[in-house]
């Protein structure tokens, strides 16, 4: 280094929605923040908070949303919460605690439910609990827990049943233990350990729940700092027991539960020294609380950084990294690994900085997932016996971000995808060069041909805009917020023609909205919380021509509501009385019903289901007696909800429900007892639910149900051995399922009908970063397309028809290079709608039609279980054209609807929906369904002017028998066209 390319030092790495932020240093901002999706063109600086060469120190803090909550100092206002959307526009100081140059000084201390907590200062209140919703009105104090300006200083411990555990200070009690909710009656001191003015937490750093229990340090005056538990009761709070008799401190810290026991570190003294720090286990009593292993008799070993990956537990001691099973035998230095001074899991890995030689020399990036054939030197980049020290190992959308010493450049950011050919310089910083963002559009979505989506300009902040896939066509919708700050919409529903969405308009807080692409036509629809107050609506799901979602209200509290996009919306069921409910979450459409989680009622969060009534707004189950049963996706197999879900003697393992308590099932205990198979991305395909699932013998793989425990099983183990696969983005396609998986040769796309034999590699995407594939979308029967996160020239644009030579990047783009959340691919008007890059005008508004399709929309709807479905073939001039359906109840009378595309849809019976215009009406042709898979074709016109034409289908069924049963398929979106 000859000082003109200094180091920019990386440090503070955090991940927020797509992209991930950390703190760097240019001689000419001074210590600033930056992003990145792991990309060259995606890492830059965010903004010069503090303008010129002086740093502003950012320190980020939580995610909320896709937002990054972060503490920053400038000139004028000292330290104070920042948020950023990752954009210069996006980002702006929340609020000045302190007026002023002085400074509040915030720092993260953890999140119940939805619920952030933050440790402030001001001149009245002194350092005390605070909350944040992400805005300025949201911000405010929980409790004074000193009372005045001395400092309360809650500093957390760990959370326990609803509440964060930590120690805090009054004058009464000194340091003691205290539990909170986030709300002022829910801050409460648990017990006063050491009565009077002594404190008996001064030096507690950690804790941990197990068993029912929180398990942390404290010193109770006569016994030294010791190993206590509490149940959240004065009379519950005990000491477990006294590791080192007498005054001395055991000081038992870095807590982690494994293997059904409490793993920490703690100090023994002996009479030839006077302290032997080594690893403990615990079963929560004092006879089962004992030293686990003495690494080291002369000096103790100090075991730091406990982590657990799969069936063991890894930790620093002594220069190297350790392995343990669960015995004593079996702890052991982990081999091939010689020394090792940092540890880090992401994902099923371990990343390190580590070295084959034991001298603690040549430290160097190394990976590992647990496996001694899975451990290996990612790459040596300072080749040699010296040493990159490679630190803060974080997941990016590209790869995974790192700081580390390169010869020329200094300490600056790395990228790495885990192989030594994916890991490189990923920016030098003080040497960087700026790229042009472009305006940045986000947040697609189609609403019945008119796509809305989010994009800053540079001039309104990030607003609303709507495209008809013209340049003409595309345009601002209103400026919600106006002036430069953006009105931080998300999610983005569509209903019918409109959408629905949260947004702040800077006078009445983050509240619901709605558009149909005009001006007139976009209003504030529903304000939860009067005034600047943030009501926060979230978790939107349009079923039955309503958007439901969740929202807090000064009446309610946070309740499942629904609107019809109109006016106004209307509280569905309070399921938990009063302001302490918490939810509605992951809204699913399962037959002619709704299912979501809610947390409420004093049962944790459990599955839910609805009609769109208060009658029909129930419990399923309590499944987890204990507390919330983890339920993280939820999908429809005729009717039936599919989930995981975690009991306390199954672990989280696949589930089913038909909406009732004794109909709500585990389907199979994939890993017998205790432990989980942690199902996940599921879907449905041929009848069998399809879904990812882990075991010790094959890692994470592909797995099949028919909804019973025999029909519960393996598919195929599609990485040979322990290594996962980690199947994903399983997509329907062709009456298969789609899906990305990783394999010995890296990701690739593979393909399955719910059998071994059905189950295929399809092509292998080759040179791409981290996860691989970050979205993929059906366009009809057509094709694939998908995203990928490749090594040049980074976020692209892919395309598949189901074969390895039909895999393909799209073109022209530059080199199919897409822009802003690679995530975000719509279908609309017979288009693929994205944000591309082309390298010379940044991300913005792109579209590309691929030639005929026959795209499905909306959903179906039946008085009975299992939804009447229809899609078809493209529709190419002079070509057979084949309507293909599923009827659940065949030996019925049908309509098949031919229209042009509607602008609106018309609510039938029970919330069906007709989704073809009647007044273009080109064809209704009764037909009789005799089974339950049935089709109806012709051959299309040859008629050139009807090439680009765009209709709309639907089939309408009646029962043959009184009352009619009406029964609506969802639509179709038809292009038409000459190839």
Not at 203 to 224: E, H, I, M, P, V
Not at 227 to 245: N, Q
Request: with cysteine; net charge negative; glycine share 14%.
């Amino acid at each position: 280094m000859d000082g003109t390319n200094p180091s920019s030092k990386p440090e503070s790495f955090f991940r927020a929605g797509a992209y991930t932020y950390f703190a760097a240093t240019h001689r000419l901002t001074g210590k600033e923040l930056y992003r990145t999706l792991g990309l060259p063109a995606s890492t830059q600086l965010v903004l010069d908070v503090r303008p010129g060469t002086g740093s502003s120190l950012p320190q980020p803090l939580v995610a909320i949303g896709g937002l990054l909550l972060f503490a920053a100092t400038d000139d004028t206002h000292g330290r104070e919460l920042w948020i950023t959307d990752g954009s210069p526009t996006g980002t702006k100081r929340l609020i000045d605690i302190e007026p002023g140059p002085a400074s509040s000084n915030p720092t993260y201390l953890g999140t119940i439910g939805s619920t952030i907590l933050l440790s402030i200062s001001d001149a009245t209140h002194g350092r005390e609990l605070w909350t944040t919703d992400g805005t300025a009105a949201g911000t405010m104090l929980v409790k004074d827990i000193a009372n005045g300006t001395l400092d309360g200083d809650f500093r957390p411990l760990s959370s326990l049943g609803g509440y964060l555990y930590g120690f805090a200070n009054t004058a009464a009690t000194g340091r003691e233990l205290w539990r909170t909710d986030g709300t002022a009656a829910g801050t409460t001191l648990v017990k006063d350990i050491v009565p009077g003015t002594n404190g008996s937490m001064p030096f507690a750093t950690s804790g941990a729940a197990y068993a029912g229990k929180l398990y942390f340090a404290a010193d109770d005056g006569t016994r030294g700092s010791e190993l206590w538990s509490t149940d959240g009761t004065a009379a519950g709070t005990t000491i477990v027991k006294d590791l080192w008799p007498g005054a001395s401190s055991g000081s038992p810290g870095s807590f982690v539960v494994f293997n059904n026991r409490l793993f920490f570190v703690a100090t023994e003294g002996f009479a030839a020294r006077l302290t032997d720090v080594e690893l403990w286990v615990s079963d929560g009593t004092a006879a089962g609380t004992m030293e686990f292993v003495d690494l080291d008799v002369n000096f103790g070993s100090s075991p730091r950084s406990l982590t657990v990956l799969g069936n063991r537990l890894f930790f620093l001691a002594l220069g190297k990294l350790y392995a343990c099973d669960g015995t004593t035998a079996g702890t052991q230095p982990f081999a091939p690994i010689g020394s090792a001074q940092s540890i880090q899991r992401i994902g099923s890995d371990l990343w390190l900085q580590a070295s084959a030689s034991t001298s603690l020399g040549d430290l160097e990036p190394w990976i590992t997932d647990g496996t001694a054939l899975g451990t290996r030197l990612v790459k040596d980049l300072i080749p040699g016996p010296g040493s990159s020290s490679p630190v803060s190992f974080t997941s990016a959308a590209g790869g995974i971000v790192f700081s580390a010493l390169d010869a020329t450049s200094g300490i600056e950011l790395f990228v790495s995808d885990g192989t030594a050919a994916g890991t490189k310089l990923l920016a030098d910083i003080d040497d960087g060069s700026s790229h042009n963002q472009g305006s940045d559009p986000d947040h697609f979505v189609d609403a019945l041909g008119k796509t809305f989506f989010t994009a800053d300009d540079g001039v309104h902040g990030r607003e609303l805009w709507v495209t008809d896939q013209t340049a003409a066509g595309t345009r601002l919708v209103l400026d919600v917020r106006p002036g430069s700050e953006s009105s931080e919409i998300a999610d983005l529903t569509a209903l019918d023609g409109i959408v629905v969405f949260n947004a702040n308009d800077g006078v009445h807080g983050k509240e619901l909205w709605r558009s149909d692409g005009t001006s007139a036509g976009t209003y504030l629809l529903f304000e939860g919380q009067p005034g600047s107050t943030n009501g926060w609506p979230t978790e939107m799901f349009a079923f039955g021509g309503h958007v439901y979602f969740g929202i807090d209200t000064k009446a309610y509290g946070r309740e499942l509501f629904r609107t019809d996009g109109v006016a106004g919306a209307t509280l569905v069921k309070e399921i938990s009385p009063g302001l302490g409910g918490s939810g509605p979450r992951r809204l699913t459409q399962v037959g002619s019903r709704l299912f979501f989680t809610y947390d409420g009622a004093g049962i944790g969060e459990e599955l839910y289901v609805t009609d769109g009534t208060a009658q029909g707004t129930n419990l399923t189950k309590d499944i987890n007696p204990t507390g919330g049963s983890a339920i993280s996706e939820i999908v429809d197999l005729d009717g039936v909800a599919y989930f995981a879900a975690y009991e306390p003697t199954t672990g989280l393992e696949l589930w089913r429900s038909d909406g009732t308590p004794a109909g709500t099932t585990l389907v199979k205990d994939l890993v017998a007892g205790t432990g989980s198979s942690s199902a996940n991305s599921l879907a449905v395909v041929a009848g069998r639910v399809v879904f990812a699932a882990y075991d010790n013998a094959t890692g994470r793989e592909l797995y099949a149900s028919d909804g019973t425990a025999a029909g519960t099983g393996l598919i195929r183990d599609l990485y040979n051995g322990t290594i996962s696969s980690t199947p994903r983005l399983m997509t329907p396609f062709r009456d298969r399922l789609y899906f990305s998986a990783s394999t010995s040769s890296g990701f690739a796309i593979h393909v399955t009908d719910g059998t071994a034999l059905g189950t295929q590699r399809v092509a292998t995407i080759p040179g791409v970063y981290g996860e691989g594939l970050y979205s993929m979308i059906a366009f009809g029967d057509r094709a694939l397309y998908f995203s990928a996160i490749e090594v040049q020239p980074g976020p692209t644009l892919w395309t598949s028809d189901g074969t390895a030579n039909g895999t393909m990047r799209v073109a022209p783009l530059n080199a199919g290079r897409l822009g802003g959340d690679t995530s975000w691919l719509t279908i609309s008007r017979g288009a693929l709608v994205f944000a591309g890059d082309d390298g010379r005008r940044g991300s913005e508004v792109w579209s590309l039609v691929p030639g005929a399709s026959s795209v499905p929309f909306g959903y179906g709807c039946t008085m009975q279980n299992g939804l009447p479905t229809l899609h078809a073939n493209d529709p190419v001039l002079g070509k057979p054209y084949i309507l293909r359906g599923n009827e659940p109840s065949p030996n019925t009378l049908a309509l098949l609807c031919l229209s042009g595309p509607p602008s609106a849809t018309l609510p039938l019976v029970r919330d069906c929906r007709l989704l073809v215009d009647l007044p273009t009406l080109v064809m209704a042709q009764p037909f009789f369904i005799q089974n339950s898979n049935w089709q109806l074709g012709w051959t299309s016109p040859t008629t050139p002017s009807l090439a680009g034409v765009h209709l709309s289908a639907q089939v309408l069924s009646f029962g043959t028998q009184f009352p009619l049963d009406l029964r609506v398929t969802n639509g179709l979106a038809i292009r038409i066209d000459t190839q």
